[in-house]
């Protein structure tokens, strides 16, 4: 198991912990809700839903927290301004913990901030996220908002190595610390297959390594993009969970502090195969510290018998 030289922040992120060394805390599973193609889904642009079928996600999501001790934040997408307004209102009155939130759409995502204002939401919203394509007009008003957690992508185009990686991520951070942000989670942006996909696991050793700050990985993004899945003799829901499954378990064991895997229709899938790997990292770090003459609690995973 990893053992950092360097002092690794902590933070809580809406009553979760995140951060610190591998094995310190559980892997908190960031699941997405009311992205395209969703059952959950009636209209994208209005923020229509089953809220019935969304709450049966969220009790499921719940239910695993209780059974394996691994954290939940809920990361919401509103496609419009309207969309995003009545995803993040019906979340927090029916979710206890901490809410993400996203969109591709500029406006969709300023009128985010603003709900977090209006609200009073500055301690359970994170925004997702900055990045050095961040507009002027979203990071003055990040400036000027309450909010003050946010995801800092490591994404550039040029960004090829992992000295790129780095230096992007550095030029990030600096510009959310600008715009107020006290509290990150740095992702080093998962690229598809072929494309630079594994780079992002390289790079969640080097920011722990060389930062100490908390992790957050995005693996799902890489078999969501992945033609062989494409393949129609290959294609089907359990094939794709099953690269789902592996990319984020990957993730866990590159020492990823947090992770989005996607939609929560497979909430149980991934907590299960996360809660599995947290024993062997509960078993792995304990033998770690013993050995370098190290004491400091370890998460004990609720699954270990």
């Not at 360097?6 to 060394?21: L, R």
């Not at 603003?114 to 979203?138: A, H, M």
Request: proline content about 5%.
């Amino acid at each position: 198991m990893f053992v950092f030289k360097k002092d690794q922040q902590i933070y809580e992120f809406g009553g979760v912990t995140i951060g610190g060394s591998p094995g310190e805390y559980p892997t908190t599973l960031i699941g997405g809700l009311f992205f395209k193609g969703q059952p959950i889904v009636l209209d994208t642009k209005k923020g229509e839903f089953d809220a019935n079928l969304t709450k049966e996600w969220i009790s499921t999501g719940n239910l695993m927290v209780e059974k394996t001790g691994h954290p939940l934040i809920i990361q919401v997408f509103g496609r419009s301004p309207e969309a995003m307004e009545r995803h993040i209102s019906w979340v927090i009155e029916n979710f206890d913990g901490p809410v993400m939130f996203e969109s591709t759409n500029l406006s969709a995502r300023l009128r985010g901030i603003e709900i977090c204002d209006e609200l009073g939401l500055s301690d359970r919203l994170i925004y997702n996220s900055i990045n050095l394509s961040t507009k002027q007009e979203e990071l003055d008003l990040l400036a000027s908002s309450s909010l003050h957690m946010a995801v800092v992508l490591g994404w550039s185009p040029r960004a090829t190595s992992l000295p790129e990686k780095m230096s992007t991520i550095r030029e990030a951070i600096a510009a959310a610390q600008n715009a107020g942000v006290e509290k990150m989670l740095i992702d080093p942006a998962t690229m598809p297959v072929g494309a630079g996909f594994g780079l992002d696991y390289r790079t969640l050793i080097a920011i722990k390594s060389e930062l100490g700050l908390p992790t957050c990985s995005g693996p799902h993004n890489a078999p969501s993009a992945w033609k062989f899945l494409k393949d129609p003799a290959i294609a089907d829901d359990s094939t794709h969970l099953s690269a789902v499954v592996a990319s984020t378990v990957a993730a866990q064991m590159f020492a990823a502090d947090s992770i989005m895997y996607g939609s929560m229709i497979r909430t149980k899938q991934v907590f299960t195969a996360v809660s599995l790997m947290a024993n062997a990292i509960a078993t792995s770090s304990a033998e770690s510290q013993r050995a370098l003459g190290v004491t400091k609690d370890l998460f004990e995973p609720l699954t270990f018998e």
